[in-house]
């Protein structure tokens, strides 16, 4: 019953690492009601020894084994390469009446080169030659700060580690992570591609026409490719992912006891971007900062960008002249009564049109 209770524990381990590289850390920890700390551990045990680094691992201290025991499992072993740590544990048992654990017994066999391991994946690094060829982004969510708990939404340039922004929002919906988004394309220019993972407000459930998302439209139309993490491959975006922990670790470290509102961490953050990419040496280009290996896009965002990443509704005018959108009420003018309208949400902006025109803007 343990040896199947603990196959059980790996498989469902390996749903959440499949589910992560599939669908995205946050998604995975919401499908399997786990921390997003607990998926990202889980990721690196399977990267670091595949299924066995899934395996529950012994607590406390080694069980001490002696000399002619190991002996014992180096020869059972040897006369049958078949055998298994628990088919060995099992001999131990009822042949030879000695009870040792099967951790012990693949720590014996390993010592001696002896244990059946699991091959590594050849890790595969990736890096483009030149800046702005891909850009890497993440939605790092629910990030305990002294603001409060926040979403970060990260992007850096594939070639360089240059990181072109993002922003710390209070929500991680599709209008606000999308008009973080504009900001960095609007200040920097478009890349050729970006890589996020597959959560829904980049991939997910199909809510626009083609079955595309709001992201993945707007990037076609401004003709940026957009590319997703493909499954079973956690490492896919790892430099964004590395350079969020660094965040975590660095930046909030910093500002911890100095921020009390959102509008204050973003500002810091404005404030620490350019020490990041300007001063600090990067241990995997060189040991020179981000800085000297980027360049900003020769390809300005477009008039329209905004436009593009907005998320449309539509709503009916009521007698009183208002349309309801988000448990609010926003008034527009009496000739609109009874018609259709497009509200169009980015950030904090909501843009109301009809026939073709602008009627009305709002912040919320």
Not at 46 to 73: D, F, H, M, S, T
Not at 184 to 200: F, H, K, N, Q
Not at 219 to 238: D, N, W
Not at 295 to 305: G, I
Request: with cysteine; aromatic share 8%.
């Amino acid at each position: 019953m343990a040896s199947l209770r603990g196959e059980a524990v790996v498989v469902e381990r390996l749903r959440i690492v499949d589910a992560a590289g599939r669908e995205g850390v946050s998604e995975a920890a919401r499908m399997f009601d786990c921390s997003r700390a607990t998926v990202y551990k889980l990721m690196e045990r399977y990267e670091g020894g595949r299924l066995e680094g899934l395996v529950n691992r012994p607590r406390g201290p080694r069980e001490p084994v002696a000399a002619e025991i190991a002996e014992l499992i180096v020869e059972l072993k040897v006369h049958g390469p078949h055998r298994s740590t628990s088919k060995i544990q099992q001999l131990l048992s009822e042949s030879y009446s000695q009870v040792v654990s099967r951790q012990t017994v693949w720590r014996v066999l390993s010592a001696r080169g002896l244990a059946r391991v699991v091959e590594r994946e050849p890790l595969q690094r990736f890096e483009r030659p030149h800046p702005n060829q891909l850009w890497q982004m993440d939605l790092k969510e629910d990030v305990a700060t002294p603001a409060g708990k926040v979403h970060l939404l990260a992007v850096i340039d594939d070639a360089s580690r240059f990181c072109l922004g993002g922003e710390w929002i209070t929500s991680k919906a599709e209008p606000a992570v999308l008009g973080a988004l504009a900001r960095v394309l609007r200040r920097w220019g478009l890349p050729e591609a970006i890589l996020s993972d597959r959560a829904s407000v980049f991939y997910g459930p199909a809510t626009r026409q083609a079955g595309l998302t709001t992201y993945q439209l707007a990037l076609e139309m401004l003709g940026v490719k957009s590319v997703f993490a493909r499954p079973y491959k956690p490492r896919t975006k790892g430099k964004v992912e590395k350079f969020i922990q660094f965040v975590i670790q660095d930046f909030l470290r910093e500002v911890a006891g100095q921020v009390r509102h959102v509008a204050d961490l973003n500002q810091r953050w404005e404030e620490w971007l350019p020490w990041y990419n300007e001063r600090r040496p990067h241990s995997s280009i060189g040991q020179v900062p981000p800085a000297r290996r980027f360049a900003a896009s020769r390809r300005a965002a477009p008039a329209e960008l905004e436009q593009l990443l907005r998320v449309e509704v539509q709503r009916k005018v009521a007698r009183d002249c208002t349309i309801s959108l988000g448990g609010k009420r926003y008034e527009l003018p009496a000739d609109l009564i009874g018609r259709h309208v497009w509200v169009g949400r980015l950030g904090d902006t909501i843009t109301i049109e009809h026939s073709g025109r602008t009627v009305a803007t709002f912040t919320r």
